[in-house]
């Protein structure tokens, strides 16, 4: 069998050995329920409790601020559910974020809530003048990604939270492709909510959390047990949960090493690429790269790089299958959008692989320009 490049960590990382070895115990010998009162069952609630610690302490929160959810998608939704049934019916969502955020927003439009959409620039920024063409004293809350995950753009998150806050709004960032580059600090960027999701940081899949302010009124989403303080009903998955604790301390450790391999291989395999245009954007991760190559369709290259032995995406994988281009590049008015590839890079990725994958790329892209 053909051996694959997988250049599509956006979409998912694998589970960090250290992660596998820390999650392994809680399957088959400490496998107790965390909810149950008996010295056994306290077991696994200490080892919950200690993954939350390291959430916490990862973005500077306090471990009753961190609420375990089933990956980003659950945060995301529990997160926007809050303003349901509040005084102020406005709710301002920027015009790039990922699908479950703009689905999240178009059922609070469905129930009567006005919904705004924060531009973005050329550079896939939302600027502090975006935010406050559309926002009021009425808007309940903002929602803007600290990391955009089809461009990489970095958002100017505290300039944004000052912002909602001056118009007594909620703050929600969805940074669930923020973890492995940028440092999370909730109490300096005055953030109420934040969303995290394992499988983008070398943890499991179908798990993550989502952290709230003290203070803020947080109604459970899943309704059931008394399991999350009381706000979340469910058996916590024990497992994820310890290798949740252990990958985040693991990426915020060695975050300025990820980044600047990432940086070296980043940079060998642009520029090597003679086809097309990178999409810029003023401040951004190295980790994501979107190729634009004008009149060859996005989808088509991704199919021909997959057959010849490169994996990457056209948009996020939520989407994938979509017809339509990547939103986040029609918002910055991208004339190209759906001649677009999203490349994204891993700490395991070496010089050799990404070099080996650049000539595919100029290969595959050589015969579609010959056709
Ligand atoms: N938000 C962003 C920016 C994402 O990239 C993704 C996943 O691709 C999600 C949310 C959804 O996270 P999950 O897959 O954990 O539900």
Not at 172 to 185: G, I, K, P, W
Not at 319 to 343: H, I, N, Q, W
Request: proline share 3%.
């Amino acid at each position: 069998m053909k051996e694959h490049i997988y250049l599509d960590y956006a979409a998912t990382t694998p589970v960090d050995n250290d992660v596998i070895a820390a999650a392994l115990p809680y399957y088959n010998k400490i496998f107790y329920n965390p909810s149950s009162t008996h010295a056994l069952g306290q077991q696994a609630a200490t080892a919950v409790e200690v993954a939350r610690e390291k959430c916490a302490k990862a973005i500077n929160a306090n471990s009753d601020e961190i609420y375990f959810t089933s990956g980003g998608t659950e945060a995301i939704n529990w997160a926007m559910s809050t303003v349901r049934g509040g005084q102020k019916k406005h709710v301002v969502v920027s015009a790039i974020e990922h699908d479950a955020v703009l689905a999240c927003a178009q059922s609070l439009e469905n129930v009567g809530y006005i919904v705004d959409y924060a531009k973005s620039d050329r550079f896939g920024l939302i600027t502090p003048n975006a935010l406050e063409k559309v926002i009021s004293n009425d808007t309940a809350l903002v929602c803007v990604m600290t990391v955009n995950n089809i461009v990489g753009s970095i958002q100017p998150v505290s300039e944004l939270v000052e912002i909602a806050h001056k118009h007594g709004a909620l703050f929600f960032t969805d940074a669930v492709q923020a973890v492995n580059s940028v440092e999370l600090d909730v109490k300096n960027s005055g953030v109420d909510m934040l969303a995290v999701s394992g499988h983008k940081f070398y943890a499991h899949k179908g798990v993550g959390f989502l952290y709230v302010k003290r203070g803020a009124l947080l109604s459970p989403l899943i309704l059931g047990g008394a399991q999350e303080r009381g706000k979340r009903g469910g058996t916590v998955d024990v497992p994820s949960v310890v290798g949740l604790g252990v990958a985040i301390e693991k990426a915020t450790r060695n975050r300025s090493r990820f980044s600047k391999h990432v940086k070296q291989v980043v940079d060998e395999f642009v520029t090597r690429i003679k086809y097309g245009y990178i999409v810029k954007c003023d401040n951004k991760t190295d980790d994501i790269v979107t190729l634009i190559v004008p009149k060859i369709n996005g989808g088509r290259i991704a199919v021909a790089l997959s057959c010849a032995g490169v994996c990457c995406s056209v948009g996020s994988a939520c989407s994938a299958g979509s017809a339509t281009p990547p939103k986040t590049l029609v918002e910055m008015g991208e004339e190209y959008a759906d001649c677009a590839v999203r490349f994204s890079f891993g700490r395991d990725l070496t010089i050799d692989r990404v070099v080996r994958a650049a000539d595919i790329v100029n290969d595959v892209i050589s015969r579609f320009k010959a056709d």
